[in-house]
């Protein structure tokens, strides 16, 4: 069937005389921004952090993918740009919060060495959060990362709670060893029932895989095994740092 033209003069051409018509594959519509021609490339990771594709799939474009630089480039959009933002925010958030931290943690205490000792073991429950994110097989991003700062206040409120008392009875005169001894059973209840509220009120988010559970579930997986590997440190590892800080404290005296 052929489509009949109208040239200036009247006349009347089939289409197959000025141009060929074939099908043949290519974009469905195409886009313009800035008066360059794009084009949108779509994907969803599974099992692989978007920074690491990224680097990997940057790298191997580099490589293995032959164009003329000065008429071509790509630009990664999306979740990744999201994220450059959120972590570029965090990167500025987090120092003046842990500074925040240190401050009041010193108008509490009243001195920088117990300050320091609980802000130093910070990495420790740091620790336990990513433990628990490599044995569930997830990334550290952004939902993660607001997860590590709400353990970062639930633990420093627990070693407020643990070394508070323990100062409280060495004002009183009893001696370090036994202060620290008796200030551990003293706060071991408090300890565990912070800790069991923050643990037991999102089990189930760190274990959803409903829709929307791929946000909710990194955060709800950091705090809840931090928090667990963290009360084991305030209960047991804390009070024996605080003795031995405080012992060698004494002896300068």
Request: charged letters at 15%; glycine letters at 8%.
């Amino acid at each position: 069937m052929e489509f009949p033209l109208t040239s200036a003069s009247g006349a009347m051409i089939p289409l197959s005389a000025v141009a060929e018509i074939k099908t043949t594959t290519g974009p469905s519509m195409i886009s313009r921004e800035m008066n360059q021609r794009f084009t949108t490339v779509r994907m969803n990771l599974r099992g692989k952090d978007l920074s690491s594709f990224v680097r990997e799939a940057e790298s191997k474009i580099e490589k293995q993918v032959v164009y003329d630089h000065s008429q071509f480039q790509f630009h990664w959009a999306g979740q990744l740009e999201n994220q450059h933002r959120a972590f570029g925010r965090l990167a500025v958030i987090m120092p003046i919060t842990l500074a925040v931290m240190f401050l009041l943690l010193f108008f509490a205490f009243g001195t920088f060495r117990q300050a320091g000792l609980l802000i130093g073991m910070l990495p420790l429950a740091v620790f336990g959060g990513m433990l628990a994110l490599v044995a569930r097989g997830m990334t550290f991003n952004v939902s993660s990362a607001v997860g590590f700062i709400a353990l970062f206040g639930v633990f420093i409120q627990n070693g407020v709670i643990m070394i508070s008392h323990i100062n409280v009875l060495r004002k009183k005169g009893i001696a370090l060893k036994e202060a620290v001894i008796s200030g551990s059973s003293h706060r071991l209840r408090p300890v565990l029932m912070t800790a069991t509220v923050a643990v037991l009120g999102l089990l189930p988010a760190s274990l959803s895989t409903g829709i929307g559970s791929d946000v909710q579930r990194p955060l709800a997986t950091v705090i809840v095994y931090g928090l667990l590997f963290g009360t084991i440190l305030i209960l047991y590892i804390l009070p024996a740092f605080y003795y031995i800080l405080e012992k060698k404290n004494n002896k300068k005296i």
